[in-house]
């Protein structure tokens, strides 16, 4: 609340908004629901303890508990938790929160109990996947981004350890012979999830993996992908899919997008050795820092600048190795760092002023 009130008393003093304003904020803030007040925490200390309580009863009487007694007691809890949480839904919404997020955890004990009493023998990304279809309705209904994060890395995890998944990255590394003509993957998915705006405590996380993906390729170094397959139809897939994704609505962002696919495209022809792969990848970088002011991502382009600095820094690193170590190449690679910061806030600073009268279209990175 002080953090609150100190911001509106600085947008006032610059002219920004009216006493009456600021006041109507504060009254607004103060009266909204904390999801992390004394009361929750106190009530969330009281409910584990019972849990904990209830959970080492359990275990120390598991081998006298009938099978019937065991499952019954698990769908009961599972329909006292849904039903519970239903029914504050409206009323308090953190509780609503804990409900949802303590019946996905229970969903995992039922799968775990029910194997157990069948002895049903299943691999455990198969037990994953099973958890991650069980967990959907949940972590969608809550609708909060933490839930999102962790559903999708343990669903893209068991996906990718299940053998269509191994299957897929091994073809991954295959297809594509430099590490940058493989970040035209990422790339790809990252702007057809750019357009889905439908549920997104599920297509956030995957969108910013996608970003993650496509920048770590970018800064590899490595040239020892083996190409022993042509990926001639995965770029046409991944080539129509930012077609489908590019739209009518926004002819600007349309031609950006088809300006990064002609840069994958020039990437794809040249040929491959340590310089031109390099090139190609700062290219793409600066093209994404480019993309990220358009999108209105300030923050993500001040992030995509920090990754192309190190990018230049670590080919300046190996390139002069130990000569660096003495005092004249220590005081050289000190101006060329300055140099490389001078360089990202003059960039910054005119990309910022370029793109200012155009407004804010969409957040890159939420």
Known sequence: MFSV???????????????????????????RKSYLSLFSIIMFLGFLSIALGIAAIVASNWANIPDAAKLSSMFVLLTAC?????????????????????????????????????????????????WSALAFPPVLLMNKGFAGYVWDFIFVLSLSCSPWGVTFWRRVTEWFET???GSFLFFALFFVLLKIKGARVFVAPLRAGAFALCAGCLMCDGLNWDAGFPYAPLAVAAVFALFVAAGKNDPAGRRLLWGGTGLYAVSFL??????????????????????????????????????????????????????????????????????IACGCYKGDKWLKKMFAKGGVHAEILE
Not at 92 to 119: C, D, E, N, S
Request: aromatic fraction near 14%.
């Open 5 to 31: 009130a100190r911001k509106t008393q600085k947008w006032v003093e610059n002219g920004l908004i009216s006493d009456e304003q600021a006041r109507r904020i504060a009254a607004f803030e103060q009266s």
């Open 82 to 130: 849904a039903v519970g949480s239903a029914r504050v839904r409206r009323s308090h919404p953190a509780a609503f929160t804990g409900g949802m997020l303590f019946y996905a955890v229970l969903l995992f004990a039922a799968i775990g109990l029910v194997g157990q009493i069948y002895h049903i023998k299943s691999d455990t990304y198969a037990a994953f996947l099973f």
């Open 179 to 181: 590490p940058v003509q």
């Open 270 to 339: 040249l040929p491959v050795c340590a310089w031109t792969v390099y090139l190609s990848q700062l290219a793409v970088l600066l093209y994404f820092i480019f993309a990220a002011y358009h999108f209105g991502g300030e923050k993500t382009a001040r992030l995509l600048g920090v990754l192309t600095a190190c990018r230049i820094l670590t080919v300046w690193l190996s390139l002069f190795g130990s000569l660096l170590n003495t005092g004249a190449g220590l005081i050289v690679s000190g101006m060329f760092i300055l140099a």
